[in-house]
């Protein structure tokens, strides 16, 4: 229902404006999204990555739809430079519009997956639990240029193959 919705309302008249290499980064339950690895680990690993993008030019930012501020946190206290793309607003438009500043999103979040999609957007999962695979085995999407375990001793590296300028 989610991807109907979405491809429904808004696909036709959407037009990304493509400025930020943006992530969503969950942090509920880090327990099982992170098993096999360690929350810790995985933020050091985004770190190392974004530094690299933004030594590349691009830009980032930063998505949240429940108020998930870990991330956000660790990426203040490492001075790195982002803007929070705010989507726990209720606000339909506004979260849109959100999706309209997105270059590449990077998600950890199911919900996050299905509207870049239904929108058209380039995206790639950071798969952290099984929800993730499935969707992607689903809609034909699941191979390496699209995807990356957490838990994955490869995590960093894949990360750097997907980028383009």
Do not use: W
């Amino acid at each position: 229902p989610v991807i109907d919705y979405i491809k429904n309302k808004y696909a036709s008249g959407f037009k990304s404006r493509g400025i930020y290499h943006t992530f969503e980064i969950k942090d509920d339950r880090p327990q099982r999204r992170y098993f096999g690895t360690t929350i810790q680990k995985v933020y050091q690993e985004l770190l190392v990555y974004i530094r690299y993008l933004l030594e590349r030019g691009e830009k980032v930012a930063v998505m949240s739809h429940d108020g998930s501020h870990s991330f956000t946190d660790f990426l203040k206290r490492n001075r790195v430079p982002f803007i929070l793309l705010n989507n726990s607003v209720a606000n339909e438009q506004k979260i849109i519009e959100n999706y309209s500043e997105v270059k590449k999103l990077y998600c950890t979040a199911g919900h996050s997956q299905m509207t870049a999609y239904a929108l058209g957007l380039d995206f790639y999962s950071l798969i952290s639990h099984d929800k993730l695979e499935y969707f992607l085995r689903d809609i034909g999407r699941f191979n390496k240029n699209n995807y990356t375990f957490v838990k994955d001793k490869t995590f960093l590296q894949n990360l750097k193959s997907t980028y383009k300028s």
